[in-house]
């Protein structure tokens, strides 16, 4: 299933940093269509729910913490080849192998505090979606 839509959060470090605004111009000027947008700040349950896929993972409960320790902003973004097209705007996980000119090379700190998460698939980036909008906030 391809679809032209993705998901996307600005973690807490690039918000704590006050990058959100810079992201967002970023993902604009790259093409992307925002058809939903919310700040808000993850429960633990919700990030125990949300990153459940790497609950087995020596990292997870490091992750949960980060992911809930300040407010984040969610996005679903529209385009054709959202997915890829996204991922590549994004950058490698590790700001340090991340292309020049990419949100992760430009804003993250380390691979733990990379400023974006975007998703890997198209039947992620629905599941992901649905996970923090409801129907009625996507337009």
Known sequence: MITNRTFTMIKPDAVENRHTGAIL???NVAGFRIV???KT???LRDAEAFYSVHKERPFFGELVSFM???PIVS???EKDNAVQDFRT???STNPAEAAEGTIRKLFATSIG?????GSDSDENAAIEGAFHFSGREVF
Do not use: D, M, P, V
């Open 25 to 27: 111009e970023k993902i």
């Open 36 to 38: 939903a947008l919310k």
């Open 41 to 43: 700040q993850l429960s």
């Open 68 to 70: 809930t320790r300040g």
């Open 75 to 77: 996005a679903i973004l």
């Open 89 to 91: 705007l994004i950058g």
């Open 113 to 117: 505090e990379n400023a974006i998460h």
